[in-house]
Nanobody, 121 residues
Framework: QVQLVESGGGLVQPGGSLRLSCAASGTIVSINTMGWYRQAPGKQRELVATFTSASTTNYADSVKGRFTISRDNAKNTVYLQMNSLQPEDTAVYYC???????????????WGHGTLVTVSS
């Protein structure tokens, strides 16, 4: 019942920066962990960063020190600040959230449709 919409992707040169946003909408009761994944051409989707409802963050080794995930619960939005971008960061970036399944004690993942980030000179 919750939808995720990403924005902020684009074309940047190596060393540049971008800030991605993901806004949740719909019937929102609660959201646990939110995060970002990416999929480069010809490769599997991989974890980039996560942010739990308890404010715990986790980053892939390849982006530590360069990317920062943040969350604004009042706006139901998660952000990804990307600095010192490299050509290897080129991918479609997807937002993900864990939401409760109605009338159960379980959670499920929902996904946005992705935003393209291209790093090239």
């Amino acid at each position: 019942q919750v939808q995720l919409v990403e924005s902020g992707g684009g074309l940047v040169q190596p060393g540049g920066s971008l800030r991605l946003s993901c806004a949740a909408s719909g019937t929102i009761v609660s959201i646990n962990t939110m995060g970002w994944y990416r999929q480069a051409p010809g490769k599997q989707r991989e974890l980039v960063a996560t942010f739990t409802s308890a404010s715990t963050t986790n980053y892939a080794d390849s982006v530590k020190g360069r990317f920062t995930i943040s969350r604004d619960n009042a706006k139901n939005t998660v952000y990804l600040q990307m600095n010192s971008l490299q050509p290897e960061d080129t991918a479609v970036y997807y937002c993900n959230a864990a939401v409760p399944v109605p009338f159960t004690s379980t959670w499920r993942s929902i996904w946005g449709h992705g935003t393209l980030v291209t790093v090239s000179s």
